[in-house]
């Protein structure tokens, strides 16, 4: 068991740093090229090219061991993303701007999400509700990927300029939104237990987050003022947010939530320091980056099916890509429109907003653990989340112009999502 774990970790590890770099040659983010190399390893390629091997290196039986190193991934991945989620300059100053290009950027593509849900709806599990799934949809649609956008805009030396500030607090504000629409699905579904769950999973998730902001938030603080003040927390002060981490994460896969619900929060509710930050993505990001984080791509590609775009898959992936697209970028230039800002530059936070990138492979990880979408809608959603990450540089190039890095200052760049 052991030899065939090692063995699947050197061929995801291997494919996904090469499908990276190729896909870094071409101007994309590194992260896009792992996501294809989940699809690439999955039955629609490897699969169909070897079945035999496929199904000898990925057997059925060794896969629940990738799965828990996936979900580990997962975990430290999220936690980082809560406490970088405060982190960019102008996010407080911009509010009323970030905030107009946020819930347009959100409220659009969540109503063109629930608008084509009725046709999408025949593609669920057998015995999924229509509005749990149509939810479902409409959060899926509506996610920005956060890390992705911060590297795009960390290349081109945008960062700092006042249409990568907007960019930025508006892709914070969206995925809030968007991931507290996804735990109230997730919610609604009741983890298969009536209203039972349905209460269980809605008032616990209201605890933790009074008990991560009333209390954890608080006692961290003094822990990391007291034992940590230079931002370089020590190896039993590191196991103490991993203590807390964790607990949050067991917390809400209890509660029927996602583990990632529960690093998302108390990674969120973490006192804001940027020496604390850098020291934790050094130490933990790059790690689930380089070595967990291929495994759940990996493991994503597993759940494709070959057959998703025969018939009238086709006609849904359409449908899919033409709501994603429209909804991200016409909601997230109508929100800089309303926030005073010209059509080019509005049109390029509109592409910016449409990046998804692996915050929309962790949507559909929980929406699929939840038993709300199958095999052909995630490889639908696979689709769409690689084809609108790709679709950003050039949009951003085509609206905002390579002329628009030359307005701000060169900073450290930063980390690979």
Not at 324 to 331: E, F, P, R, S, W
Not at 332 to 343: K, S
């Amino acid at each position: 068991m052991v030899h065939a774990l090692l063995l699947q970790m050197l061929v995801i590890l291997a494919t996904a740093r090469a499908c990276g770099l190729l896909l870094r040659h071409l101007g994309q983010p590194a992260v896009v090229g792992e996501m294809a190399a989940g699809f690439v390893l999955g039955p629609v390629v490897f699969g169909a090219l070897f079945p035999q091997w496929h199904a000898q290196l990925f057997a059925a039986d060794s896969l629940p061991a990738l799965s828990s190193l996936s979900t580990l991934g997962l975990v430290l991945f999220m936690f980082i993303v809560g406490a970088e989620l405060r982190a960019p300059d102008g996010v407080r100053a911009q509010l009323r701007e970030a905030g107009a290009v946020g819930a347009l950027g959100v409220l659009l593509p969540m109503v063109l999400g629930l608008a084509v849900s009725p046709w999408l709806h025949p593609l669920a599990p057998a015995g999924v509700g229509f509005w749990p799934f149509a939810l479902f949809m409409a959060a899926a649609m509506s996610i920005t990927a956060f890390p992705v956008m911060a590297r795009i805009l960390k290349d081109r030396g945008m960062s700092q300029t006042r249409l990568g500030r907007l960019a930025l607090g508006s892709a914070a504000i969206a995925d809030v939104f968007a991931w507290i629409v996804l735990a109230l699905v997730v919610a609604l579904t009741g983890a298969g237990e009536g209203a039972w769950g349905l209460a269980k999973t809605t008032l616990g998730l209201v605890a933790l987050m009074a008990l991560a902001f009333g209390l954890l938030k608080p006692l961290y603080a003094w822990l990391l003022r007291r034992y940590a003040a230079d931002g370089l927390p020590s190896v039993n002060v590191l196991a103490a947010l991993m203590i807390g981490l964790l607990a949050c994460a067991a917390l809400t896969e209890w509660l029927g939530l996602h583990a990632v619900f529960g690093a998302f929060v108390f990674g969120a509710c973490l006192p804001r320091d940027d020496h604390l930050l850098r020291t934790l993505t050094e130490r933990l990001e790059y790690a689930s980056v380089v070595i967990l984080m291929p495994i759940f791509f990996a493991l994503a590609g597993l759940n494709t099916r070959a057959d998703a775009f025969v018939g009238a898959g086709l006609g849904a992936l359409a449908l899919i890509l033409a709501v994603a697209v429209v909804g991200k970028v016409v909601g997230g230039a109508l929100g800089a429109r309303i926030a005073g800002y010209g059509w080019r530059d509005s049109m390029a936070a509109g592409a910016l907003m449409n990046a998804r990138g692996l915050m929309e492979l962790i949507v559909m990880k929980v929406g699929l653990d939840a038993g709300l979408i199958g095999p052909e809608l995630f490889t639908m959603l696979l689709v769409m989340a690689i084809v609108t990450t790709v679709m950003t540089s050039p949009l951003l190039s085509l609206f905002a112009g390579r002329a628009a890095a030359g307005d701000a200052p060169h900073t450290r760049g930063a980390r690979s999502p």
